[in-house]
């Protein structure tokens, strides 16, 4: 099994930061990648930042140069500092795990976590 239990999300002032923390436990050894995503209500869930299966980051155009994203590969905890927030960052933010390395072999498959609410006011 796979556990994603995220923390960090709550209410700030426009300007204001949050630091998200996401950690994966239970089976993982290796996660294959690991991101995050927003769902603000009516709209779809979108990726924000994440890290690819190589390492490297993405980011969605509308964070860049304001969120960061960072792991803690012995811990398999991935953050996301987010800073210079906006009204239209307001969200429930989700960690995704996507397939992962345990005992030499690799299990596919889309994990999520519980969500945790951000709401930026202006």
């Known amino acids: 099994q796979v556990r994603l239990v995220e923390s960090g999300g709550g209410f700030v002032q426009a300007g204001g930061s949050l630091r998200l923390s996401c950690a994966a436990s239970?089976?993982?050894?290796?996660?294959?990648?690991m991101s995050w995503y927003r769902q603000a209500p009516g709209k779809q869930r979108e990726l924000v930042a994440g890290f690819t299966s190589t390492g490297t980051t993405r980011y969605i155009d509308s964070v860049k140069g304001r969120f960061t994203i960072s792991a803690d590969n012995a811990e398999n905890t991935v953050y996301l500092q987010m800073n210079s927030l906006k009204p239209e960052d307001t969200a429930v933010y989700y960690c995704h795990v996507g397939g992962f390395y345990s005992g030499g072999y690799y299990f596919a498959g889309d994990y999520w976590g519980q969500g945790t609410q951000v709401t930026i006011s202006s």
């Open positions: 239970g089976s993982i050894v290796s996660p294959n990648t």
